[in-house]
């Protein structure tokens, strides 16, 4: 491929192309897992023990603070394979660029498994406390 630079050519082949979009949606994926570990951190600390009480469900917190392992870990993951992905550049033939795209694949299940499972967990969270907060110094109706 020569080079990991992003920047799509006329020139650019097939694979070169594949390998830079690639480069482009993993860059996606490790921001937007960054924004889900700032989120779970929001969703952990307003699932304080009081909160968990009131909603009957011990279990909340300790759901998120699982998925927040996860995160992690997948996060953690993402980085590694995108070290690895610099000795795209070393590959010769056919077989190395596909062993690199198959990975990729991989990959992009496990991302959007998290995802998907990760959505789901929060629209659990917030259709159980729908109705259940209360507004500290609403305004008084008249």
């Not at 050519?9 to 070169?16: A, C, F, K, L, R």
């Not at 979009?21 to 921001?31: G, K, P, Q």
Request: net charge negative; glycine share 2%.
């Amino acid at each position: 491929m020569g080079t990991l630079q992003k920047e799509i050519y006329n020139h650019d082949s097939d694979v070169d192309v594949t390998h830079k979009i690639n480069t482009i949606e993993l860059e996606n994926w490790v921001n937007h897992l960054k924004y889900i570990k700032k989120e779970l951190n929001n969703l952990i600390g307003l699932c304080d023990e009081d909160l968990s009480h009131r909603l009957d469900d011990e279990n909340v917190l300790q759901k998120f603070n699982k998925k927040e392992v996860e995160n992690e870990n997948l996060l953690q993951a993402l980085h590694k394979y995108m070290s690895s992905r610099r000795d795209i550049i070393e590959c010769e033939d056919t077989q190395c660029d596909m062993a690199y795209i198959a990975e990729h694949e991989s990959y992009r299940k496990s991302y959007l498994y998290h995802l998907d499972k990760y959505r789901r967990l929060k629209d659990e969270f917030f259709k159980t406390v729908q109705g259940k907060f209360t507004l500290l110094n609403a305004p008084s109706q008249a």
